[in-house]
């Protein structure tokens, strides 16, 4: 069992940065790990996944932009985002399992454990 807490999340002008955190309540360090998002009237879709070995898979739209990474000292998983367009706004949550495929890093469907999420908003 894992709960997840996301932070970070606030309001942003374009072009602009932000890093979110999602603290886990157990050790991390071989789980697969994920942020994903969901805008209002669309689905959730994955942003960006992290395996047990540090195999990390982005979604296109954020390549370049954003950066995942964890600290498995502090039970922690990062999203660094960097040049933050309007289309990026969005409930960002992070999610985890104990095993995935590489394949299966960006699929919702393969995680078992959710957070609450944290609101991202970015205006133009």
């Known amino acids: 069992q894992r709960q997840l807490v996301e932070s970070g999340g606030g309001s942003v002008q374009a072009r602009g940065s932000l890093k979110l955190s999602c603290a886990a309540s157990?050790?991390?360090?071989?789980?697969?790990m994920g942020w994903f998002r969901q805008a209002p009237g669309k689905e959730r879709e994955g942003v960006a996944g992290?395996?047990?070995?540090?195999?990390?898979r982005y979604a296109d739209s954020v390549k370049g932009r954003f950066a995942i990474s964890r600290d498995t000292a502090k039970n922690t998983l990062y999203l660094q985002m960097n040049n933050l367009k309007p289309e990026d706004t969005a409930m960002y949550s992070c999610?985890?399992?104990?095993?995935?495929?590489?394949?299966?890093?960006?699929?919702?469907?393969?995680?078992?454990?959710w957070g609450q999420g944290t609101q991202v908003t970015v205006s133009s």
């Open positions: 999610a985890a399992n104990p095993s995935c495929a590489d394949s299966w890093l960006l699929l919702p469907p393969k995680y078992g454990y």
């Open positions: 157990g050790n991390i360090g071989s789980f697969c």
């Open positions: 992290i395996n047990g070995d540090g195999t990390t």
